[in-house]
């Protein structure tokens, strides 16, 4: 990633995945546009992206590990659009969650 690019769209609508420590130390990295087709993110895929801010997950995740944020010291909200997910223990403390469920 260039220091110009603070964000990155994943616009490849086959995407179902983001990898383990995919953007891991993107310090830079301010906000990542998910595709809708997204359903799971593993370990580490966001760890120490200091410079995040928000997150918005899309509806069909149902499964993101517990330490996917870790190290995300500027992360303040994370917008969920499924409820799918049992657990929330990914959440970083002090990072608001805000719950947009579309039935």
């Known amino acids: 990633m260039s220091e110009m690019s603070k964000t990155w769209t994943?616009?490849?609508?086959g995407v179902t995945e983001i990898n383990n420590s995919a953007f891991y130390e993107c310090r830079q990295l301010q906000k990542v546009v998910l595709?809708?087709?997204?359903?799971?993110?593993?370990?580490?895929?966001f760890r120490y992206c200091s410079a995040l801010t928000e997150m918005e997950i899309p509806s069909?995740?149902?499964?993101?590990?517990d330490d996917v944020f870790e190290g995300c010291t500027s992360l303040r909200r994370?917008?969920?659009?499924?409820?799918?997910?049992?657990?929330?223990?990914?959440?970083?403390?002090?990072?608001?969650?805000?719950?947009?469920?579309?039935?």
């Open 10 to 13: 994943i616009d490849a609508e």
């Open 35 to 45: 595709p809708n087709s997204l359903q799971s993110i593993w370990e580490k895929a």
């Open 60 to 65: 069909d995740v149902w499964h993101i590990t």
């Open 78 to 103: 994370i917008i969920l659009h499924t409820k799918v997910i049992d657990s929330l223990c990914w959440v970083p403390k002090g990072v608001d969650l805000i719950k947009q469920l579309n039935d």
